[in-house]
């Protein structure tokens, strides 16, 4: 069973450009997560997407943060314009469903921006 | 609110020693408890939860925790630690329904040849 799929895995960028990441979550599984992870913390929920409904945006920034699930599978989070601050990893999550909470991971676009 | 916190930032044991990593929450009722381990440019690995029932948990690669209500710990243990278990471990809980993991801060571990 193939595992979640996330591309990039490395993204340089300078501050002010666009810049997307892609998921491809469990094949079935309905939940998908975004995550952010700042160097030498855990990861922190962005969003969740049950289907292709974002059910938990709360901690999303929307003023540059964005994303979407189109059809219910993969998924693209965007940040326009990038900030230094916004250096990370973005790690992508799915699940079967919100109340197993046994989420896969996958390996993270890390994210630098000069 | 929830939260988690994983005192030790890095641990360094020697190989065929055994391990505890630290791991204590804070939430009002019988949280889900979880340990994940990442290793360097991975995502990170489900290594065991509790939801309920027998407080010691086993499980993937030999890993086992304890679940101790009075202390709100959930310890993560090892009996004997191979060169390979180096990485970092993050313990998380999930409460509420929000289905939100909130994730400690995470804890390296280093291992000695």
């Known amino acids: 069973e193939a595992g979640v799929v996330q591309s990039p895995r490395y993204k340089i960028i300078e501050k002010k450009q666009p810049v997307a990441f892609w998921c491809n979550p469990i094949s079935g599984h309905n939940t998908l997560y975004w995550y952010l992870q700042n160097l030498g913390q855990g990861p922190e929920l962005l969003i969740r997407?049950?289907?292709?409904?974002?059910?938990?945006d709360s901690q999303l920034p929307k003023d540059r943060f964005s994303a979407e699930r189109l059809k219910g599978v993969d998924s693209t989070l965007k940040i326009q314009p990038a900030e230094l601050g916004d250096s990370a990893v973005y790690l992508c999550?799915?699940?079967?469903?919100?109340?197993?909470?046994?989420?896969?991971f996958g390996p993270g676009t890390r994210l630098t921006v000069t | 609110a929830q939260s988690v916190t994983q005192p030790d930032i890095h641990i360094t044991v020697s190989e065929g020693a055994s391990l505890e990593l630290r791991c204590n929450y804070s939430?009002?009722?019988?949280?889900?408890l979880f340990w994940y381990v990442q290793s360097p440019g991975q995502g990170l690995q489900l290594l065991l939860k509790y939801f309920s029932g027998d407080t010691l948990v086993q499980g993937i690669k030999g890993f086992e925790a304890e679940f101790k209500r009075s202390q709100s710990s959930f310890n993560l243990r090892k009996p004997s630690v191979h060169w390979s278990d180096a990485a970092e471990y993050f313990c998380a809980v999930g409460a509420d329904s929000s289905y939100k993991l909130i994730f400690g801060s995470g804890t390296r571990l280093l291992v000695r040849p």
């Open positions: 997407y049950e289907n292709e409904e974002a059910v938990d």
């Open positions: 939430y009002g009722a019988t949280p889900y």
């Open positions: 999550a799915s699940s079967l469903s919100p109340d197993s909470y046994e989420q896969y």
